[in-house]
T-cell receptor, first 110, second 113 residues
Framework: DAKTTQPPSMDCAEGRAANLPCNHS???????VYWYRQIHSQGPQYIIH???NNETNEMASLIITEDRKSSTLILPHATLRDTAVYYC???????????FGQGTELSVKP | KAGVTQTPRYLIKTRGQQVTLSCSPI?????VSWYQQTPGQGLQFLFE???????NKGNFPGRFSGRQFSNSRSEMNVSTLELGDSALYLC????????????FGPGTRLTVL
């Protein structure tokens, strides 16, 4: 599975959009980009995933560059409850193994 | 639909003891994976079970084992506990063994004294 690089921390003002970047320059054609978040000491929560096209659901949007070497998770109107560690994971094939990096600690401030 | 459930939520053991943790997947999910999370190593994959068979295994010593029952519920066992086994143990389930999304439970917090 491809390795991902994320900034260790980011701040965002409440009500503003939070844009969390992820680099995955070694991603291969059949690998998906997944995003999870973990609020302190809880289990990781699935947010969204995609292969090539941009994706949107009720929680967030995922923008994947055309060369697929990077992606951005967008939380359109961040709230204090969005404060968490956000993990970008690249996964392909049939393996159930998710490789978590250090993630980005997002702090949403009033 | 109910989410992944894990029992117990908190556990305190002493060195040398063994422990068994339980995970009930989302209804209809047949695959269960286990992860260990520590402050130093982060989230690490332990193993995955599907149809009562271990399908994938992480880089952990043989003291860590698991099994899955015919109703897809899973248990993991850690024998001869060490202080370094103190961690949050997370279970995740998914429908099958293709690219399905994994959904995590709340975890079991194990403290080894």
């Amino acid at each position: 599975d491809a390795k991902t690089t994320q900034p260790p921390s980011m701040d965002c003002a409440e009500g503003r959009a939070a844009n969390l970047p992820c680099n995955h320059s070694t991603i291969s054609g059949n690998e998906y980009v997944y995003w999870y978040r973990q609020i302190h000491s809880q289990g990781p929560q699935y947010i969204i995933h995609g292969l090539k096209n941009n994706e949107t659901n009720e929680m967030a949007s995922l923008i994947i560059t055309e060369d697929r070497k990077s992606s951005t998770l967008i939380l359109p109107h961040a709230t204090l409850r969005d404060t968490a560690v956000y993990y970008c994971i690249v996964r392909g094939g049939f393996a159930g193994k998710l490789i978590f990096g250090q993630g980005t600690e997002l702090s949403v401030k009033p | 639909k109910a989410g992944v459930t894990q029992t117990p939520r908190y556990l305190i053991k002493t060195r040398g003891q063994q422990v068994t943790l339980s995970c009930s997947p989302i209804s209809g999910h047949r695959s269960v994976s286990w992860y260990q999370q520590t402050p130093g190593q982060g989230l690490q994959f332990l193993f995955e079970y599907f149809s009562e068979t271990q399908r994938n295994k992480g880089n952990f010593p043989g003291r860590f084992s698991g099994r899955q029952f015919s109703n897809s519920r899973s248990e993991m066992n850690v024998s001869t506990l060490e202080l370094g086994d103190s961690a949050l143990y997370l279970c995740a389930s998914r429908y099958g063994i293709n690219t399905d999304t994994q959904y995590f439970g709340p975890g079991t917090r194990l403290t080894v004294l």
